[in-house]
């Protein structure tokens, strides 16, 4: 665990009923004129995007949609889109998304000068800085991305996805709206709960675990945990998808104080080549990775049953026993919530393997924060049992 931390939270955030309707205010207490609203087709479509139009369209200030962002997009996506941006000339960003959303607004935050762009910022994300003021809202309880520094972009000549990490990018306003989510489609809601669920477990056994990081994954690795399941099966559970908007930003929080580690590291390549979505990948790999990390994480494992299980019928003594029955918790809600347990489906051949693992063993950034050591050979296992 570190003895050196710090966390970097937004400005403010909004939660609870209605809380939509606080755009209007910091609009108006900003002076907007004009506004960025950065969205997606399926998101307009939905009449989701109809909650913060209002808000915006009640503070009486212009707007623009840029609602062209594909789900998992490359760094030259994104720059598409930045590009549209700069030419709006708008005072405030608005994005209404799923991760990919929000971090595509992230960095256009950061992108309105003309000195860098999206590819200069893969090698040298330090040299961002806040141009124009963000104020995001999630529509799936999964990425955090809300609340990172964090935006995620594939680089399709290395068949990879990438992080560019800058604390410049952290929004100046969060509002977490459980509407947003309410009819979300159950695969999405499961692959972005399970995303949810990997970064508060991954969180909690980094090696950059510290007392702020453990605050913030326990308490959404508490609340996922309990309500995963009737968040994603039942469309009317409001309580049950509102914890987990309010898990999935504190694991958000949780990435930003401490970092993931190799489930995230390793599923990278699987989006970058086989564009299987993150939640997916980060699903297929959660339990073979912490089965893996077992030997070093147990007493973390065991202090997450002690939190977690509020089963009175369950009843564990041992530290192993604890232990295994947080992993067995782990696989039987990616069963329950019918996601792929295997690669077969998308594609993926024996032969593969070779590229997966030099691939993964490239995203050391990350890699670096697993307790236990991970090898090329380690690598190849892992995707091996996932075959």
Known sequence: MQTVYNVKLPHAVYGGE??????????????????????????????????????????????????????????????????????????????????????????????????????ELLDEPGRAKKCVPTILIPTTAGTGAEVTPNAIVAVPEKELKVGIINENMIANYVILDARMIKNLPRPIAAATGVDALAHAIECYTSKKANPFSDTFAMEALDLILNNIIPACDDPEAMEAKNKMQIAAFYAGIAITASGTTAVHALSYPLGGKYHIAHGVSNAILLAPVMRFNAPVCQERFAQAYDRCCHDTDTICQTTNEKAEW??????????????????????????????????????????????????????????????
């Open 18 to 119: 209605n809380s939509i309707d606080n755009i209007t205010t910091i609009l108006k207490d900003h002076q907007v004129k004009r506004v960025a609203m950065f969205t997606d087709k399926g998101i307009h479509d939905s009449g989701l995007f109809d909650l913060p139009e209002a808000a915006v369209k009640a503070a009486g200030a212009d707007y623009y949609v840029l609602d062209e962002i594909p789900p998992e997009p490359s760094y030259i996506a994104v720059q598409n889109i930045v590009d549209h941006f700069k030419a709006i000339g708008a005072d405030m960003i608005i994005a209404c998304g799923g991760g990919s959303v929000l971090d595509a607004a992230k960095l256009a935050s950061v992108l309105v000068t003309d000195e860098y762009g999206v590819k």
């Open 326 to 387: 947080l992993i067995e918790q782990l696989e039987r809600i990616v069963r329950h919530l019918e996601i792929p347990t295997s690669l077969k489906e998308f594609g993926v051949q024996p032969e593969d393997l070779d590229g997966l693992v030099e691939a993964g063993m490239q995203v050391q950034r990350l890699l670096v924060n697993n307790m236990r050591l991970v090898t090329a050979e380690d690598a190849r296992n892992l995707y091996l049992e996932i075959l």
